[in-house]
């Protein structure tokens, strides 16, 4: 989650805005948002796009913003229309760090007691596929958001880094967990303790993205992924996604046993039926989310 001022620095000719972003009040479901922006897309209107919206301070993530993006996952999680969500950026920025002049006088006791960062990892508990479409900066919590995500696809031109260890912390939302796991302990390592970025092709690489795509072409790519998801069953994707986080958690005999579980869960479903059904038939299943 690390601040932008230090992540970008001035000698690259960027002169960053000193933006705030106060916490605003829960909002009902439908309700305007201001930090970012949401709408239904696919031939199908099956996929539910979220745009992380404050260009000015290359969409640092505050808590207004947090707010929001945790209310328009609610909204699509709700929604039996949505199949997957794609969460994306701008151009320049998917998300380059949380916003440091909310952090900066925090102390100990506060952080601690207050569950500060509580409300960030709303992103992990949703259900339905996740995408993130990340353009341009992925720096400290952008990152640490993106790998909360099940899939990123990245623009030619993104960069990663988790660059806490510049300001005098560490990453507090999965940077030290997630890119280790995605990346191996070495490359990690290197990024957690030299704050050093990496390019779209070099994340490709080391495993921390699927696919790299033009700049111009990345969002349209990630939702043509999400409609590809949603063709599928809604409740048996969630059981796949599901056996698969679970692999970062447990043993592989563990990870083996629950896989077997969930394998038979499926043979309980009309999807399954008309998927194997279809199959048989030579034809396209129907699914119905049964």
């Not at 696809?153 to 806490?164: C, M």
């Amino acid at each position: 989650m690390a601040a932008l001022r230090v992540l970008l620095p001035r000698a690259r000719g960027l002169v960053l805005p000193r933006l705030g972003c106060a916490a605003r009040r829960p909002f009902a479901s439908g309700a305007h948002f201001e930090y970012i922006i949401t709408e239904k897309k696919g031939k199908d209107s099956n996929v539910g796009l979220i745009q992380l919206n404050r260009p000015k301070a290359l969409n640092a993530l505050c808590d207004g913003l947090l707010m929001e993006l945790n209310q328009a996952l609610e909204n699509f999680e709700k929604d039996p229309a949505v199949k997957a969500i794609v969460l994306t950026g701008g151009e320049k920025a998917f998300a380059a760090g949380a916003d440091i002049k909310e952090m900066q006088n925090r102390t100990f006791q506060n952080c601690y007691t207050g569950q500060f960062l509580s409300n960030w990892d709303k992103v992990c508990q949703v259900k339905k596929p996740i995408i993130a479409a990340v353009n341009g900066f992925a720096l400290g919590g952008g990152c640490e958001l993106a790998m909360m995500c099940d899939i990123i696809y990245a623009g030619e031109k993104a960069q990663f880094a988790q660059p806490e260890i510049l300001l005098g912390t560490i990453p507090g939302m999965g940077g030290t967990q997630r890119l280790t796991r995605a990346v191996g302990k070495s490359l990690a390592m290197e990024m957690v303790l030299t704050g050093d970025r990496i390019s779209a092709q070099e994340a490709k690489e080391a495993g921390l993205v699927s696919k790299v795509f033009p700049v111009e072409k990345l969002v349209e790519e990630a939702i043509h992924c999400a409609e590809k998801i949603a063709r599928n069953s809604k409740f048996i994707t969630a059981v796949a996604k599901e056996s698969v986080n679970a692999a970062f958690e447990m043993t592989l005999a563990e990870g083996n046993k629950l896989e077997k579980k969930l394998f038979y869960l499926t043979f309980a479903t009309e999807d399954r039926r008309e998927g194997m059904t279809a199959f048989v038939e030579k034809r396209k299943a129907n699914f119905k989310d049964q």
